[in-house]
């Protein structure tokens, strides 16, 4: 939901905004309107971007229970970028990896919470699963095909807070309202002594189509 | 009432503004919320990632990294999470290399016990020119770390200069006159336009660092003279797009050095390579030192890669819905090359 009309930044020239030169409607549209929402648009950031070494991974080593999810590893707090509709900023992600023994799952959770493992099995627009079912390291599509998850209007009241923060270098302490969020992988095998071997994680905001 | 930063953006209604209309007071309310949000919520300057390095007990390892950040940044936070590799608490301590502040923590041993921290730097000066930062664990007890990141800590509000950009919401309110001055009313938004789409880039894009050490099990290295990649694949890199003209093409460039050093005195020449999906490619070539060295020089500009905008009409913003991936590729004549970190960011040099 790109805000901005021509969902690009508009270049004017210093004389169209010279000093005591009116505000018209095109300047307003383009440079004020346009270029204002244009910029938000494209204000998301990058929050994770790993690969391992080569011959390196995180796995979930041996788990005490088959098909139980564990918790592989988990990226944050960050702030996390909120929409207008208050709904955040779409996350572009990407999970690599393999498997040792016998296939499974994975799963990617953005989430307000510091473990969600308990959860995991509820989670939807928030949560990406993955079928691990190489032994060759790669990429993994996601299962349904969306490269996207982002956390409900809920989901980010409930993990929105304060933060103490200073008004500039050196300066007072007031409070900001931020909404902190991670990215926890966790994954599961058939066998509990089999594993998910993680190798690579991406998660980039994007303010979605 | 000031330049203060809300929750969210709040992007202005194109169709309120028309020919023969009056330009109400509202649409510039929304668009300096929006500005003041874009500049002051809070860039990563450090994407996380998994350095997963052992620290032996009494070891110490220095993290470094290359950053423009934001001048609108006034504190970063540090989030490192680690792993006690015995099944007790592990105790070490961290400290951040621009404050010097030294703070003792502890990891836990079950992942689902992983502790994270999170440490406040305060910055000495705002500045967007680049610098190094980075931090110095010093372990009591062995530890593996899993995850560091860094970001800066979102602003209450902006100053309303020409620097920090913020734009006075009094200013905007209704009834109020419409004027020319620096963070105020309909010239402070213009002036604000211009710097937020510098300020409001995305900082860190890829910054991998697996600590100052040529141990065994950190830094990557290779004896290779052609070249070797000492990852386990490709990683993708996108850029926010900012034109939309012919001129501007489907790429913008972003920012990279390495940090290096040979295993010994006399080393053959070195090179660091790039190259992308799309066909870009760029290369850092040098005698590596023995000592640990950015590469390019710090003296000069850093190496420039080509690299897909975004494209806001697909679903997750990938242009023609494929990766633009990064490849990374060393080499070195004779000799042991040693990498230690790579930094590669969005500059406020293209914006």
């Not at chain 1, 790109?2 to 969902?7: D, L, P, R, T, Y």
């Not at chain 1, 023994?101 to 959860?119: I, N």
């Not at chain 1, 993994?140 to 490269?147: H, K, V």
């Not at chain 2, 694949?233 to 040979?262: C, F, P």
Request: net charge negative.
């Amino acid at each position: 939901m790109a805000s901005s009309v021509n969902k690009a930044f508009i270049r004017i020239t210093a004389a169209q905004a010279a000093e005591n030169d009116p505000c018209d409607a095109v300047i307003a549209r383009d440079c004020i309107v346009n270029n204002a929402a244009h910029i938000a648009d494209e204000a998301g950031q990058v929050r994770v971007a790993w690969i391992a070494r080569d011959n390196e991974y995180i796995s979930t080593g041996t788990h005490d229970v088959a098909y139980d999810f564990t918790h592989v590893v988990s990226y944050g707090p960050f702030p996390l970028s909120i929409r207008s509709d208050r709904t955040s900023y779409r996350m572009r992600i990407r999970l690599r990896g393999h498997y040792s023994g016998s296939s499974g799952d994975a799963y990617l959770v953005l989430s307000g919470d510091s473990d969600v493992t308990q959860a995991i099995q509820n989670v939807t627009g928030n949560a990406a699963s993955f079928s691990v079912v190489s032994t060759t390291d790669g990429w993994i599509t996601p299962d349904g095909g969306s490269n996207t998850v982002y956390m409900s209007e809920a989901q980010v009241s409930a993990a929105t807070g304060v933060i103490s923060t200073l008004d500039a270098v050196g300066g007072s302490p007031y409070q900001a309202a931020i909404c902190t969020a991670y990215v926890h992988v966790y994954a599961s095998t058939g066998v509990a002594t089999d594993q998910i071997r993680i190798t690579g994680v991406e998660a980039a905001e994007f303010i979605g189509s | 009432m000031s330049a203060l930063v809300p929750f969210n953006p709040s992007p202005p209604n194109e169709t309120r503004v028309r020919g023969g209309l009056p330009i109400s007071s509202s649409t510039f309310q929304d668009a300096a919320l929006t500005l003041n949000w874009a500049m002051g919520h809070g860039a990563e300057l450090i994407p996380f990632y998994s350095p997963n390095v052992n620290i032996s007990a009494a070891g110490s390892l220095t993290f470094a990294y290359r950053v423009e950040p934001r001048y609108q940044q006034v504190q970063r936070a540090w989030v490192i999470s680690v792993k006690s590799q015995s099944a007790s608490l592990a105790a070490f301590d961290f400290t951040p290399s621009v404050s010097g502040t030294t703070t003792t923590h502890y990891g836990a041993f079950r992942p689902e016990d992983l502790s994270t921290i999170v440490v406040v730097e305060d910055v000495a000066s705002q500045s967007a020119s680049e610098v190094e930062i980075g931090f110095t664990i010093d372990a009591t007890d062995a530890i593996t770390v899993m995850s560091v990141g860094c970001w800066e800590v979102p602003r209450y509000a902006l100053a309303t200069s020409a620097s920090d950009g913020g734009i006075d919401l009094d200013s905007v309110l209704p009834r109020e006159p419409i004027y020319d001055t620096t963070g105020k009313s309909y010239g402070g938004i213009l002036e604000s336009v211009v710097t937020a789409r510098t300020a409001a880039r995305r900082n860190g894009i890829l910054q991998l660092s697996w600590g100052s050490s040529t141990t065994a099990g950190h830094s990557v290295s290779t004896t290779s003279a052609s070249y070797d990649n000492p990852l386990r694949g490709s990683i993708s890199q996108l850029s926010r797009l900012l034109y939309r003209t012919a001129s501007a093409g489907t790429t913008r460039n972003h920012y990279w050095r390495v940090l290096a050093r040979s295993a010994a005195a006399g080393p053959g020449a070195a090179d660091c390579r790039i190259s992308m999906t799309n066909g870009a490619t760029s290369t850092i070539s040098f005698t590596p030192s023995t000592t640990w060295t950015w590469y390019p020089s710090t003296a000069g500009a850093a190496n420039t890669i080509a690299v897909n905008v975004e494209d806001l009409d697909e679903a997750d913003g990938r242009r023609g819905a494929a990766w633009d991936d990064s490849t990374f590729e060393f080499r070195i004549a004779s000799g042991t090359l040693h990498v230690a970190s790579i930094s590669i960011w969005e500059s406020t040099s293209n914006s």
